[in-house]
């Protein structure tokens, strides 16, 4: 176990994480310059980790709840030691700017969430005590957690991941994004300064790495975020091992606004909620509903907020929107636009990028008078493009809210707390928010329904969720 918090300087980072083997270059999004170079990790890779991590785990294991969490809180002090430095790396290699809800942000938020999953009770469950006898419902550990992560909140997303596994007493196999390993590489070994030897490792390979983590018969449950499509294919690699699984998958988060909202007053959430990390977000705000007595007065409020927002080289201290991460999701942002404006929406603003400059810069956008069979509504864009969509009555929105066959979360904008709560039970999505969207909380327990996935994460229910249910009947 290494004591000191040493890695505190970008060079620092850079060096811990320097590809000793074969490597790639990763580019800067914004303007295409070389950030680092990435090692390029393969299944013989996995196969040395996973057999460190097995090794590892009866130890980490046998320290308990309270050491474990001991840990924890000093690997989020880490976290805070290096915290500029790898919020600089998260910016060059993510693109997202350091300021606004942005790299600074998720580099806290890695910190607050480490200690959150440190502080949490788990008793066991007294189920039965009478004069029969008595069962309480206790959780295990489960062994060893692979863990694979997407390129949106690389870091955040990994915590989310590793924190409670730990905290169970299991130990950890990372298989980040192809296009942020850095980012995850970085995180992990200021962690590791504050873990012990062994107990979470990286492998920063493709997806042939992710795919055989998910079938390992070494690998005792997956925790995947991602896209429904990997999902889908993580469940069917994990089929002949029975493996645990929590699959945090796509979503196409719808908003409603009741006729009673105030659109000035709603405006800046409305937007933060849709274009949070440059719209990356599973859970952000994907297709706005808005009542037509107040649709023209949201759509123009919007678009002043929008007007407002500078977008930029992360780190220029100024910006709060960014690039996209990389030309595949601009490509499909640019595609969807397109088609929105092939079917004759208006845009209100944006939709035109300049593609002679560096950088996947995709302008903030919005997308009035759309129907709601367009494919800007009905496919995931995950991008800084919002679809505004007019109804008439509730019913009618509740049901476009509920058409899609995803269900991450959604929201409901309304002066009227009860009225907005009354609509929210009858929307299908694992968490619905009134006046705000994606306020994502420790916890609170967060999960999909339909297909944006199963299993819960954060608060007690996520410890839950990395833990083996054992009952004990006496
Ligand atoms: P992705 O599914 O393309 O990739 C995610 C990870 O899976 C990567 O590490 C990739 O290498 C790996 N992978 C790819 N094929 C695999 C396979 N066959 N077996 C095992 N691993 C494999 O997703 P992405 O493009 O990186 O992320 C964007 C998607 O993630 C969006 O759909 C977004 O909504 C979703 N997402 C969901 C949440 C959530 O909490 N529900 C959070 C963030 C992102």
């Known amino acids: 176990m290494h004591t000191t918090e040493s890695l505190t300087s970008y060079q620092d980072l850079l060096g811990a994480i320097a590809a000793a083997g074969e490597s790639r270059d990763i580019l800067d999004p914004a303007t295409g310059e070389v950030v680092a170079a990435a090692p390029i990790h393969t299944v013989d890779d996995l196969e040395k980790s996973v057999a460190a991590?097995?090794?590892?785990?009866?130890?980490?294991a046998a320290l308990g709840h309270a050491e474990r969490s001991a840990f924890l809180f000093k690997a989020a002090d880490a976290v805070e030691a290096a915290a500029e430095a790898l919020a600089?790396?998260?910016?060059?290699?993510?693109g997202k700017p350091l300021n606004g809800p942005n790299a600074r942000f998720e580099v806290?938020?890695?910190?607050?969430?480490?200690?959150?999953?440190?502080?949490?009770?788990l008793e066991p469950e007294v189920l039965v005590d009478d004069e029969g006898g008595r069962a309480e419902l206790h959780y295990r550990p489960l062994g060893v957690v692979g863990a694979i992560g997407p390129w949106n909140w690389p870091m955040m997303i990994s915590v989310w991941q590793l924190a409670p596994a730990l905290r169970m007493g299991n130990t950890v196999v990372m298989k980040p994004s192809e296009y942020t390993p850095l980012s995850v590489l970085a995180l992990a070994a200021v962690l590791n300064?504050?873990?012990?030897?062994?107990?979470?490792?990286?492998?920063?390979g493709g997806r042939d790495v992710g795919e055989a983590l998910a079938g390992h018969p070494d690998i005792d449950k997956v925790m995947f975020t991602g896209s429904t499509a990997t999902g889908k294919a993580i469940i069917?690699?994990?089929?002949?091992?029975?493996?645990?699984?929590?699959?945090?998958?796509?979503?196409?988060?719808?908003?409603?606004?009741?006729p009673d909202a105030d659109p000035a007053a709603i405006a800046e959430d409305l937007f933060w909620g849709a274009f949070i990390n440059t719209g990356q977000t599973c859970a952000a705000l994907k297709r706005l509903y808005v009542h037509e007595d107040i649709y023209d007065a949201v759509v123009d409020a919007l678009a002043k907020v929008a007007a407002a927002m500078p977008m930029g080289v992360g780190l220029?201290?100024?910006?709060?929107?960014?690039?996209?991460?990389?030309?595949?999701?601009?490509?499909?942002?640019?595609?969807?636009?397109?088609?929105?404006?092939?079917?004759?929406?208006?845009?209100?603003?944006?939709g035109n990028p300049q593609t002679d400059q560096p950088g996947y810069f995709y302008p903030a956008t919005l997308v009035a008078d759309i129907d709601n069979d367009n494919p800007l509504v009905?496919?995931?864009?995950?991008?800084?493009?919002?679809?505004?969509?007019?109804y008439s009555s509730v019913d009618e929105a509740v049901e476009m809210a509920n058409g899609l066959d995803v269900g991450l979360g959604a929201s409901v904008w309304s002066a009227d707390k009860d009225a907005a709560l009354a609509v929210a039970a009858r929307i299908e999505a694992g968490t619905v928010w009134i006046n705000k969207h994606g306020a994502v909380d420790p916890r609170m327990p967060f999960g999909g329904a339909k297909q944006?996935?199963?299993?819960?994460?954060?608060?007690?229910?996520?410890?839950?969720?990395?833990?083996?249910?054992q009952v004990l009947s006496y």
């Open 88 to 94: 600089e790396l998260l910016s060059r290699e993510q």
């Open 53 to 60: 991590a097995r090794a590892a785990q009866p130890s980490w």
């Open 236 to 258: 069917r690699s994990s089929a002949d091992t029975v493996k645990r699984l929590t699959l945090e998958l796509g979503g196409n988060d719808a908003g409603i606004v009741l």
């Open 108 to 121: 806290g938020a890695c910190a607050a969430w480490l200690r959150a999953t440190a502080s949490f009770e």
């Open 193 to 204: 300064q504050a873990l012990p030897a062994d107990v979470l490792h990286v492998v920063s």
């Open 378 to 390: 009905v496919q995931e864009q995950f991008g800084p493009a919002l679809p505004i969509i007019k």
């Open 452 to 469: 944006s996935g199963y299993g819960l994460e954060f608060g007690v229910e996520g410890l839950k969720g990395l833990g083996a249910p």
């Open 316 to 350: 220029d201290e100024n910006n709060v929107l960014g690039p996209l991460q990389n030309k595949a999701q601009f490509q499909i942002v640019t595609d969807l636009v397109q088609a929105a404006k092939d079917a004759g929406a208006r845009i209100v603003t944006g």
